[in-house]
């Protein structure tokens, strides 16, 4: 899985569909290297291609692209097709279509917060083999949770009958603010000592892989743009509401970041300046989180039971709807304000429940529509979704094959 293309020589020097990035002169086996992952990412993506689409879409000679593909195929990368194809229209000898083959490799995807922690195995298809997941004990020990996503991981393994030489790396949604560059989680408050954790280096010496971690909101956020509700969408703004309030932006696809720091840390702003004159946060996550949510409910509806609640809240009861107005106005004027800085093609509000999701997405929206002047953003692009622990995996294997598709191309 080096990426290496068995010794062959001969293949003209060239990076088409972008051309190669700055900096010093590229050595042959770097542009053999570039153009085979350039084409195996587009078999990936496509699932089935012929070599000729190839040589149309990515500018390559055709002998370049035959010989990348024979080289695939003899490493085990890629399969020809055994589905019957209609080509009514097609004179002359039909093209052979190419698949990714699922086993030449496997990414591990985490997601983790102080709920729970999710984690999948991948194949080279990005089909899921195997995912777990587990709910994290209030107050559990930073170094416990990493030592129990660890055994997690390995029992993954174990039952799936997948050896290490097979594996790309593991990819990491985490918590908090987190170092990227370092894969480090800075400030977690939520898991009891996850300050200054090296959470990269500590898996990658667990498994001896390459181990990339993101902002766990940045991370779910990618998988809506790829998978989910935001399919295609420019610009993204994100919102995951669970027991804190996290915040991303993504530009086709790719999430801001500052100085290799994640970013849009959208909880800890200030929506309520006279609420700190008393004592009180005032903060968009001390009136939106999970937990707030639930007990300004609980307190009007007079009970606990979560799953009564939501269906209050879904049939417009009033002592529900009153018990979220604050709320949802400082969900609002937070979407305005974001709107305005950032000038997004749609929000997404994400949340565990779907209905609380679409209930806070459609009350900011009407909040926030008297408010959008001179933004590209409309009040019916404020989009609820629900939390998808799997769906949060996926985008967390997303992370290894990127970096595995740009590996020489820094």
Request: aromatic fraction near 6%; include cysteine; charged fraction near 25%.
């Amino acid at each position: 899985m080096d990426g290496n293309t068995g010794g062959r020589t001969g293949e003209e020097p060239e990076v088409r569909a972008g051309g190669p990035s700055t900096g010093g002169p590229l050595r042959s086996y770097d542009v053999r290297e570039r153009n085979e992952k350039l084409i195996l990412r587009l078999i990936q993506d496509r699932q089935e291609i012929s070599q000729s689409e190839v040589v149309n879409e990515t500018g390559l000679r055709a002998p370049t692209v035959f010989r990348i593909f024979s080289n695939l195929a003899e490493r085990g990368f890629i399969t020809e097709s055994t589905t019957p194809r209609e080509d009514s229209d097609r004179r002359g000898r039909r093209p052979s279509y190419y698949r990714i083959n699922a086993t030449a490799g496997y990414a591990i995807g985490v997601d983790l917060w102080a709920g729970s922690v999710a984690a999948t195995v991948v194949d080279f298809a990005r089909h899921t083999v195997i995912r777990v997941v587990e709910e994290i004990e209030p107050e559990r020990a930073a170094d416990a949770v990493i030592e129990r996503l660890v055994e997690l991981i390995r029992g993954m393994l174990r039952e799936a009958n997948i050896d290490g030489q097979h594996l790309l790396g593991i990819g990491v949604g985490a918590p908090g603010i987190v170092d990227v560059a370092r894969g480090e989680i800075v400030s977690y408050s939520r898991i009891p000592g996850m300050e200054r954790v090296p959470l990269a280096e500590r898996l990658s010496d667990a498994f001896s892989l390459p181990v990339v971690v993101h902002n766990n909101t940045s991370v779910i956020a990618a998988s809506e743009y790829r998978y989910g509700r935001a399919q295609y969408a420019h610009s993204v703004m994100a919102i995951l509401i669970r027991s804190g309030v996290g915040g991303a932006f993504l530009q086709h696809g790719q999430p801001f970041t500052n100085n290799g720091h994640s970013a849009m840390e959208v909880g800890h702003t200030i929506v309520d300046p006279s609420a700190r004159l008393h004592g009180r946060p005032g903060t968009l996550e001390s009136m939106v989180s999970e937990g707030e949510l639930f007990s300004r409910l609980e307190a009007e509806c007079g009970t606990s039971d979560r799953s009564a609640l939501l269906e209050r809240l879904e049939s417009g009861d009033r002592a529900a709807v009153d018990a979220l107005r604050e709320p949802v106005e400082a969900l609002g004027a937070s979407i305005v304000t974001l709107a305005n800085l950032f000038n997004p093609e749609v929000f997404l509000i994400i949340s565990r429940h779907a209905v609380l999701s679409a209930y806070l997405a459609a009350g900011a929206s009407r909040y926030a529509e008297q408010d959008l002047h001179g933004t590209r953003l409309k009040a019916g692009e404020v989009i609820p979704c629900e939390y998808d622990p799997l769906l949060a995996c996926r985008g967390a294997s997303d992370l290894v094959f990127d970096r595995y598709f740009s590996a020489g191309n820094d």
